[in-house]
């Protein structure tokens, strides 16, 4: 193999002169030439952002992906250039098996069809956790990987060359205090003005790209918001499976399965007490008394005799569309206005809505009440 001895000559000498230099700065014995505040300022941000950008994305690792082995298996799919292959979410396998339960212990008991129900909710809320993961990965973590892969590590590597031209204009700022004769000065003069020359090209090279973390920033902003509106709409789509499968259940006490659930005495609609932990429906307004309610034990309201309270009514916004599920309850669109009360013996989850000459029960976690 042809080597050039003399350029390896060359770059071991440079280097010997580098680390003689560094190490007299270490101790104290060299001068060093500061960067100025600015710079300085430039370098520290730079170096908080790569450092917080490492913990953010291996924190959001985490919450998309819990199991390490899995992180690591996708980690070596991405270095060797292959597709990660399709991995069964958490809520799919216990769908998967809560319909092999109800398939085994009998689809036609209420058992068995609960399980079918809740294992299609917990189907699609898998299905909405694997679009959440797909879409945080493509729109958050690949630019914070791309700006670690390859914006910073241009930076660390004009920073470096910025160091070795630092060393070389102290070194010969160290030889042009050393020389002795007129020869060796105006040699160590040029010198000392070609290392000036490149050490100061070398600092606008490295200044620029430093400054660019700020455009860095506003990427990284923007890749934030698309963040959160991905992980909003995930919790938003849970939500809406949850309530649904909660309505196709029933009520929290069991009222769709009163005969399951042994040791359930309570009615299904509770009165309201003062000691609700539904705040939010303790402070409506609760009419004393009303013409036409129907006995306790029974859940069905004559809508077209109830009045709403002489005082105290309330107006609330709706978050979501809502169909009703029969002729007692008041089908709603999100954003439209309608106004709330509370009756004595009603379900605390559930409030009456008025909208023109239209009322009906509306369910509370579709509604905002406004002050």
């Known amino acids: 193999m042809d080597f050039n001895m003399k350029k390896l000559a060359s770059d071991a000498g440079i280097f010997f002169t580098r680390a003689v230099q560094f190490t007299e700065e270490k101790f104290g014995q060299a001068e060093k030439t500061e960067l100025d505040a600015h710079f300085e300022n430039l370098l520290a941000r730079a170096d908080s952002t790569k450092n917080w950008t490492e913990k953010i994305l291996r924190q959001t690792e985490v919450l998309l992906q819990p199991n390490p082995s899995a992180r690591v298996e996708e980690f070596l799919y991405e270095k060797l250039d292959r597709k990660v292959p399709s991995r069964v979410t958490n809520g799919e ?21 609960t399980l079918i129900k809740v294992a299609e909710a917990e189907k699609r809320l898998g299905a909405a956790e694997r679009d959440f993961i797909h879409t945080a990965s493509i729109n958050f973590l690949t630019p914070l990987r791309n700006f670690l892969e390859g914006d ?3 930076i660390s590597k004009e ?10 204009l102290d070194a010969c700022k160290a030889r042009l205090k050393k020389a002795k004769a007129a020869e060796a000065k105006a040699a160590s003069e ?56 909660q309505k196709q259940l029933g009520s929290s006490q069991g009222a769709i399965f009163p005969g399951t659930f042994v040791g359930t005495t309570e009615p299904a609609s509770p009165p309201l007490s003062s000691t609700s932990p539904t705040t939010t429906v ?20 004559c809508l077209e005799e109830v009045a709403p309270p002489a005082s105290g009514t309330r107006k609330a916004r709706v978050l979501y569309d809502y169909e009703a599920a029969d002729s007692s309850e008041l089908a709603l ?22 909208r023109g000459n ?14």
């Open 152 to 154: 910073w590590k241009t």
């Open 282 to 301: 303790a402070t409506m307004p609760v009419e004393p008394s009303v013409a036409g309610m129907a006995p306790s034990g029974e859940t069905a309201l």
């Open 190 to 245: 040029q010198e000392l003005r070609v290392a000036q020359t490149e050490f100061d090209r070398q600092a606008e090279v490295t200044r620029l790209l430093l400054e660019g973390i700020s455009s860095t920033h506003v990427n990284h902003l923007r890749c934030l918001h698309e963040f959160v509106e991905s992980q909003t709409t995930y919790y938003a789509q849970c939500y809406r499976h949850m309530l649904d499968l």
């Open 358 to 371: 239209k009322k009906g029960k509306v369910p509370v976690t579709y509604l905002e009440l406004l002050s």
């Open 93 to 113: 396998l216990l769908a998967q098996y809560m319909s092999e339960a109800a398939s085994e212990l009998g689809p036609t008991t209420p058992y068995g069809k």
């Open 333 to 354: 669109l999100a954003d439209e206005l309608i106004t709330v009360y509370s009756l004595p013996g009603m379900d605390p989850d559930w409030l009456i809505g008025e």
């Open 159 to 168: 920073r470096r060359l910025l160091q070795n031209r630092r060393l070389d």
